[in-house]
Every structure is written in structure tokens, then in C-alpha cells.
């Protein structure tokens, strides 16, 4: 049904820690059924969402991020995307409460401290109590530039490899909206 729409501040921006809103809702006189109404995130972290059901038979979406960010939102009716969906979202602000997300971030793995040349080394990175589900950065330097990924992440856990192809020192720096994440950046030794 294309004639449900959606409209708010919410949709475009807000402030990371803080209710955001925005309204779905149908042209006067259209048939109109709240509960067929859904709403998905995709970006840095998993937002509180709540709905309220108006008066005027709208509905409202409170949402709160936990983290800045580019935030995509996907509302759909009936269990088809409506016209304008995915809705872009920038998220700003929040320094404090990133710093304090990003804290509950830990990192572990012997590859932490001392890598192998030629051979793909692996970092656990458990983002469950942090409510992290993207945007991380990682860089590494050194002398040489090995190849870097994620490897696919379940329920919080991403495994960063990287794999040197020549021995000696190197910091990797992991980071979030260019803050570290605790321990970052870490001494590498390849040999």
C-alpha cells in the first residue's frame, strides 16, 4: 500500500542517547491498520524502538540510537516497503556515551601481541555488551600493509584477521567514529 507515509524529524536526524520520532501514517479517509506497521534499523548500533498508537489512528515511532551514526530505517506496511523507505538517518552527538559503549568492548586473541608472516592471524572482538553492530574501523601500519577483514560476525562476535607478509612491528588501531576501542592501538609483533 504506496499511500502510507511516513514523516518526522526522526526520519533524517537526531542525537545519539535521545528519543527520536516520527509518524507513519495513511491520507485522510484511507483504510488504515496500525499493527501492520514495521520498522527495521540498519546501522552502528541497535536502537530502543517503541510505538504508540494515536488518536488520530497514526502511529508513532520512538526510537533511540546509542550510537552516531548514518542509521538507514526501513518502514513497511503490510509487509511491503513504503514510498521513500529505507529512510537515510544521521545521528550526531553522543561522544560520552560512545566512550562509554565502546568500553564494554574486549578484545582477545594471541594475535593481539604477536602475529605470524604469511599466515592469516585472528582477533575475537566481542561487541555484544556494547551494542555495536557496525561501523568499526581498523588500520594497521607497520613495515609492510597486510591485508585486513572481518570475518562474519554471530550475535556480537566479529573476527578481525589480518595477514602480514613481512616480520616486525605494527600497531593495529580499532576504532569508532575515530575513537579507540580499550587497548587500541595494539603493539603487533610478526615474526
Request: include cysteine; charge should be positive.
Amino acid at each position: 500500500m504506496s499511500s502510507v507515509l511516513a514523516n518526522g524529524p526522526g526520519l533524517e536526524k537526531g542525537e545519539a542517547g535521545q528519543v527520536v520520532k516520527f509518524n507513519i501514517l495513511a491520507p485522510t479517509g484511507s483504510k488504515f491498520n496500525p499493527t501492520a506497521c514495521s520498522v527495521a534499523f540498519e546501522g552502528p548500533s541497535k536502537p530502543e524502538i517503541k510505538f504508540i498508537t494515536c488518536k488520530d489512528g497514526s502511529v508513532e515511532c520512538n526510537w533511540t540510537p546509542k550510537l552516531p551514526g548514518e542509521y538507514k530505517i526501513y518502514v513497511r506496511y503490510e509487509d511491503k516497503e513504503i514510498t521513500g523507505s529505507p529512510f537515510k538517518c544521521k545521528i550526531t552527538g553522543g561522544e560520552e556515551l560512545t566512550k562509554q559503549q565502546l568500553s564494554k568492548i574486549k578484545c582477545s586473541g594471541e594475535a593481539l601481541k604477536n602475529g605470524k608472516v604469511n599466515v592469516t592471524n585472528e582477533i575475537v572482538v566481542d561487541t555484544k555488551e556494547s551494542g555495536v553492530i557496525g561501523g568499526l574501523s581498523v588500520k594497521m601500519e607497520g613495515v609492510s600493509k597486510p591485508e585486513i577483514s572481518f570475518k562474519n560476525s554471530n550475535g556480537g562476535i566479529l573476527v578481525l584477521q589480518y595477514k602480514p607478509d613481512k616480520p616486525g612491528q605494527y600497531k593495529l588501531h580499532l576504532t569508532f567514529n575515530e575513537i579507540h576501542v580499550p587497548g587500541s592501538p595494539f603493539q603487533i609483533t610478526v615474526s
